[in-house]
């Protein structure tokens, strides 16, 4: 009987020893990626940039863009790794293979278990493209940025709606396009018990709060960070985003806010989503 409990702490000891080494060896060998923008145009450069979590001297990172709609490699390239486990390159958006709008897909390889994939945005026309930081004003207590990038118009303000908790973004917008949000997490997001919802996204051709539901896509989402794209029309004049969190000095929001939002627009929003998008 002795024998046998021996035996057992034994394996048992082996058992947590190894997986120890496994969850190690596994954090350690994470990497991360980025690229400069989230959304590109026909000439840019694209800017694609990260570390390596185990160095491997002399091992260079495998860096490929593909189109995501049809999974054709774009463009290649091997990159050396510096002492500090960091790495970059910049690529062209320019020439025969990038006919394509929509989704890129940047999938950066060291070794077979460091591999790290993200996303951007690519246009080859530019309409009326402007690109910023926005700082939106906290009543009674400073401001948080927002990110954005607007093809079709321009931004003139961003505003917190306290009454919605929601943003506010106010636009001239003089041709059909879309306008990617770069939303900070801390100061104004969208959960329920620590998973992301989805935010209810209005928009309004005028300045009386006719607004329509409209969809969007979530481009990018990190710790820091959920970035998405919305489709705007010739003509809108305010793009709400309605979350359930906006800032720690007004507390989180329960997900009933989402729900009323959408009962109080799914009838007028059904005709705009229908004709935009189907």
């Excluded at 120890?20 to 840019?44: F, K, L, P």
């Excluded at 293979?97 to 690519?122: C, H, K, M, P, S």
């Excluded at 106010?170 to 949000?181: K, R």
Aim: hydrophobic share 40%.
């Amino acid at each position: 009987m002795i024998m046998y409990h021996s035996r057992f702490f034994c394996i048992l000891f082996t058992l947590i020893f190894v997986v120890g080494i496994i969850s190690h060896t596994a954090a350690a060998e994470s990497m991360s990626i980025s690229t400069s923008n989230d959304i590109y145009y026909n000439g840019d450069y694209v800017v694609v940039f990260g570390d390596v979590g185990t160095l491997f001297e002399n091992l260079p990172v495998t860096i490929q863009i593909y189109y995501e709609s049809s999974g054709n490699l774009i463009d290649v390239a091997q990159v050396p790794v510096a002492k500090d486990g960091t790495f970059a390159k910049s690529f062209s958006a320019t020439g025969p293979l990038w006919n394509d709008e929509g989704t890129y897909l940047v999938r950066v390889q060291y070794t077979t278990t460091q591999i790290a994939e993200t996303t951007f945005e690519f246009y080859t026309q530019i309409i009326d493209k402007s690109s910023a930081i926005f700082p939106v004003q906290i009543p009674n207590s400073g401001t948080f940025e927002v990110g954005y990038t607007i093809r079709g118009g321009e931004v003139k303000d961003i505003e917190m709606n306290l009454e919605r908790y929601s943003i506010l973004v106010e636009t001239v917008v003089q041709s059909n396009g879309n306008i990617v949000l770069k939303l900070p997490r801390e100061s104004f997001d969208a959960q329920s018990d620590g998973t992301d919802e989805t935010f209810i996204v209005l928009v309004s051709k005028d300045t009386v709060e006719n607004f329509v539901q409209v969809e969007y896509t979530e481009i990018a989402t990190s710790d820091n960070y959920r970035t998405i794209r919305i489709p705007i029309e010739e003509g809108d004049m305010q793009v709400e985003v309605i979350g359930t969190y906006v800032i720690p000095e007004f507390g989180s929001v329960v997900i009933i806010i989402l729900i009323v939002a959408i009962t109080s627009t799914i009838i007028i929003s059904k005709s705009r989503i229908s004709l935009r998008y189907n």
